[in-house]
C-alpha cells in the first residue's frame, strides 16, 4: 500500500522523504536501503534518482539548496561592508526553512543511528559556508587567518542554530530566531574599523566595585594593572558589547514599561543580558546593590529589572525569554 493512501496527496518527493524518515526509525539508517525507501513509497528505484542523488540526499537537499543560494550570493557581493554582507546572508538562509527531515533526524538520530552520519555530513556543510563567508572577506582585503576564522566560526554558528532549534522542537519557533543568536555569537569574528567598545568608569571605592562587578555579577577579569601614585585599572569582560542609542521619547518609553516611573533613566544605563534576571537581582541586592524597579516582562519578551550598583552606575538587567508558545 502506498504510504500516501488515506493522507492529503503529497509530491513524490515528499512521500519518498516520509518513507525514508519512516523506515529510519524502524530499521536503522545503514539498515536501509534506497531500494527499501522506493519501495515503501511506492516507487522505482529509478524514480528515486529523480528527486534525490543518494539517501543522505534525504536529509540534506533543503538545507543544500539554501547553502547554495548563499554561497552565489557572497561570491556575488560587492559592497563596501563584506560584514554586513556576511551577516545579511547567513539570516537570509533562515527565512521560510519549515521542519523537514533533516530536523526529524537531528531529534531522532539515536533512534535511528544517524549519529556519526550527521556529524559527518554536517562537517562538509560547515566546511561550505565556511569557505563561502571566508572568500568574501578576504576579497574585501580581509587577512586570511581573520577570514578563515571568521569563515569557520559561522559555518559552525549555522549547523549549531539548526541543531538548536530542531531539538528545541523545529516549528514552535522559526529558525531565524536560533540562526540569528548564532550568527549574532560568531559576529565577534568579523573584521571590523571599531574592534571593541570599552567602557570606562571612575570607581571612587576601587575594591568594593571590582568585587562587585567580577565576583556578584560574574564578570571575567581580562587584564589588571597598577601604576605610581595608587592607580589602578582592572579590564572586566562582559560578553558581546554593543553601543544603544535612544533618542528622549525612546527612553521615556524604555522607564515606562521597565519601572514605576519612579527610576527615570541616568544619561549612561549600563545593560547586562543575564541567564536568569529575577535570581541576579536577589543576589546582587544581597551584595549591596539598590533595586530601583523589579523585575517585569516587557511587551519584547524580555524579563528586565533595574538597580543601583557601585561606583553610581544605573544597571539594567535582561533575560531575553523567547517567543510564547
Not at 504510504?3 to 523506515?23: F, N, V
Not at 547553502?67 to 559592497?79: D, F, K, V
Request: glycine share 8%; hydrophobic share 50%; charged share 20%.
Amino acid at each position: 500500500m502506498s504510504i500516501s493512501a488515506g493522507r492529503p496527496r503529497a509530491s513524490s518527493r515528499e512521500i519518498l522523504a516520509e518513507a525514508a524518515c519512516e523506515l529510519f526509525l524502524e530499521q536503522g539508517y545503514a539498515g536501509t536501503s534506497i531500494a527499501d525507501i522506493a519501495a515503501r513509497a511506492g516507487v522505482s528505484r529509478s524514480s528515486f534518482f529523480n528527486y534525490f542523488a543518494s539517501k543522505s540526499d534525504i536529509l540534506w537537499s533543503g538545507l543544500d539548496e539554501r547553502i547554495e543560494t548563499l554561497c552565489a550570493r557572497l561570491a556575488g557581493e560587492r559592497s563596501a561592508d563584506a560584514a554586513a554582507d556576511v551577516r545579511g546572508a547567513l539570516l537570509a538562509l533562515g527565512d521560510g526553512f519549515a521542519p523537514d527531515s533533516l530536523a526529524l533526524a537531528l531529534v531522532n538520530a539515536q533512534a535511528m543511528g544517524l549519529v556519526d552520519e550527521l556529524e559527518r555530513e554536517a562537517s562538509v556543510r560547515r566546511s561550505r559556508i565556511a569557505a563561502a563567508v571566508s572568500t568574501r572577506l578576504r576579497d574585501a582585503g580581509a587577512p586570511v587567518v581573520a577570514a578563515d576564522v571568521a569563515g569557520a566560526a559561522h559555518g559552525g554558528a549555522v549547523l549549531a542554530a539548526i541543531d538548536a532549534w530542531a531539538l528545541e522542537g523545529a516549528g514552535l519557533a522559526p529558525l531565524a530566531a536560533s540562526l540569528r543568536a548564532g550568527v549574532d555569537a560568531a559576529a565577534l569574528t568579523l573584521p571590523a574599523p571599531v574592534r571593541q567598545l570599552r567602557l570606562v568608569v571612575r570607581a571612587d571605592d576601587f575594591d568594593a566595585a571590582l568585587s562587585f562587578y567580577r565576583d556578584e555579577l560574574g564578570l571575567t577579569e581580562q587584564e589588571s594593572f597598577q601604576g605610581d601614585g595608587g592607580a589602578r585599572v582592572t579590564i572586566l569582560g562582559a560578553g558581546r558589547a554593543t553601543l544603544e542609542l535612544s533618542n528622549a521619547a525612546q527612553v521615556e518609553l524604555i522607564d515606562r514599561v521597565e519601572t514605576d516611573g519612579n527610576a527615570p533613566s541616568d544619561a549612561l544605563r549600563v545593560a547586562f543580558e543575564v541567564s536568569d534576571t529575577a535570581a541576579t537581582v536577589e543576589h546582587l541586592a544581597a551584595a549591596g546593590a539598590a533595586v530601583e524597579a523589579s523585575a517585569r516582562v516587557t511587551p519584547w519578551r524580555s524579563l528586565n529589572a533595574r538597580l543601583r550598583g557601585p561606583a553610581g552606575l544605573q544597571l539594567t538587567l535582561f533575560q531575553e525569554l523567547g517567543p510564547e508558545h
